[in-house]
């Protein structure tokens, strides 16, 4: 057999990749993880610095979703985070990788994001791929998942629901005879039938079904949140499933389970961003996906209502009235959340003492002040008084 050569007819460069990931860290992880990873690679290679946004806009994908491959990858020994003061990550580290010992188990989810990880895990209950292809509207052979954690939001009306936090499923990808399968089920067949003529006009290749499948029955979306999952991805401009399918995972890692809460979601994200916007005197450009995580953050992680998030971007305006950013508002909002205020009452409350301890302190200084004055003015009358009595002692002795 005849060998072949490879070589480049311009100057382009060429990453090097170790055989070690290629043979053994890459088998077990979701292609989207190597994609990132081999992304970090190319970004080392041409020593360029780099924000998740610009990554997650390479690859179509949300920022969550990189901090997901990021997080897998440390857990895997294969990166290393830096850290600022604050416990923000500053940095990435590529560490030499090597034949593990053991061979690598598959992780049982996606993680979560770098700053908030998930705890729970999936059930060892096999995946009946086939089974699931079969009947989608019963979604049977769906995994069996087990809730995390639990919390309480408050919506933009002011009204508490619950999510329910789950670990994320890891994609499979469908094998041949199983999409064959998927293509014949009647069911299926409307399903793709109806998102193809309703938002495409085309045929879905393999690729998306797969992700449609992935979708529906691992993550559970019924037929109407996937209809307003892509609707709401398409008015966006993103029309990639990649795209659809990442802002589906974190739908599912906010608790989204119905068409409801969808709505609630973006519709109280999307009101409060433009508020906050107007608040800090931004009104030509829509928030950006780092300022949406700001204030998803506030609102959902922190629970910081709309009134103090507004009320923080308020103080902001006060305090730099040509600059206040998403940045500043970030650290008020960071103090308040480190010393336990929660409400607009808690605002107020730390204000009035924080105004009477100046008052305490000024009057401090001013007493001080009026006391060094009057030891200065009665050691000055002393003073007087002793040489005026000289004076006269003098004039008398001559006088005698």
Not at 164 to 176: A, F, G, N
């Given at each position: ?11 382009e ?7 070690f ?23 080392l ?5 780099f924000?998740?946004?610009q ?10 979703d ?19 003061g604050?416990?923000y990550?500053?940095?990435?580290v590529?560490l ?20 908030k990880?998930?705890n ?12 699931a292809?079969?009947?989608?509207a019963?979604r ?10 639990s ?9 508490d629901?619950?999510v ?13 005879d199983?999409?064959?399968?998927l293509?014949?089920n ?7 039938f ?6 495409y ?6 690729a998306?079904?797969n992700?449609l499948?992935?979708i ?15 609707d ?15 802002t589906?995972r ?15 979601q973006?519709s ?9 916007l ?5 009104t030509?450009?829509?928030?950006s ?5 700001f204030?998803n ?9 709309e ?6 971007c308020?103080?902001?305006i006060?305090?730099k ?11 008020i909002?960071?103090n308040?959340n ?15 003492t ?12 001013s ?6 004055n ?7 009358n ?12 003098q004039?008398?002795?001559?006088k005698?």
């Open positions: 057999m005849k060998t072949i050569t490879i070589s480049t007819e311009t100057g460069t060429y990453s090097s990749i170790s055989n990931f290629i043979d053994h860290y890459m088998t077990d992880a979701n292609g989207e993880f190597v994609k990132v990873y081999l992304y970090l690679i190319r970004l290679s041409n020593n360029t610095p924000t998740v946004a990554i997650a806009d390479h690859f179509n994908l949300t920022e969550n990189i901090c997901r491959a990021i997080k897998y990858w440390v857990s895997r020994d294969v990166l290393k985070l830096n850290y600022d604050k416990g990550p500053t940095g990435i590529l030499p990788l090597s034949r593990p010992e053991h061979g690598l188990e598959a992780e049982s989810d996606a993680l979560s994001i770098l700053r990880p998930m729970a895990s999936m059930d060892d209950e096999e995946y009946d791929m086939t089974a292809a079969k009947a989608p019963a049977p052979g769906r995994r069996q998942l087990t809730p995390t954690t919390k309480v939001v408050s919506d933009a009306s002011g009204h629901r619950m329910v936090e789950s670990s994320i499923p890891l994609k499979q990808e469908l094998k041949q199983v999409l064959n399968d293509l014949r009647e069911d299926w067949e409307m399903l793709i109806g998102i193809e003529n309703t938002f006009n085309r045929g879905l290749t393999p998306e079904i992700s499948f992935y529906h029955n691992d993550l559970g979306f019924d037929e109407d949140l996937i209809d307003f999952l892509i709401y991805c398409l008015r966006k401009g993103k029309k990639s499933w990649s795209y659809i399918e990442a589906a974190n739908w599912y890692a906010d608790g989204i389970r119905t068409v409801a809460d969808a709505k609630v973006c109280e994200t999307a009101e409060l961003a433009k508020k906050v107007s608040t800090l005197c931004i030509d450009r829509q928030a996906p780092l300022e949406i995580e204030i953050t506030w609102h959902r992680d922190m629970g910081f209502s009134e103090l998030i507004i009320l923080a308020q103080k902001a006060l305090a009235p040509k600059s206040a950013n998403f940045k500043y508002v970030n650290g909002i960071e308040w480190k010393n336990g205020i929660k409400t607009v009452a808690d605002v107020e409350a730390e204000a009035k924080h105004k009477e301890a100046q008052k305490q302190l000024s009057s401090k200084t007493k001080a002040a009026n006391d060094v009057n030891f200065s003015q009665t050691d000055m002393k003073d007087m008084a002793e040489m005026e009595e000289l004076l006269l002692k004039v008398n002795k001559k005698d």
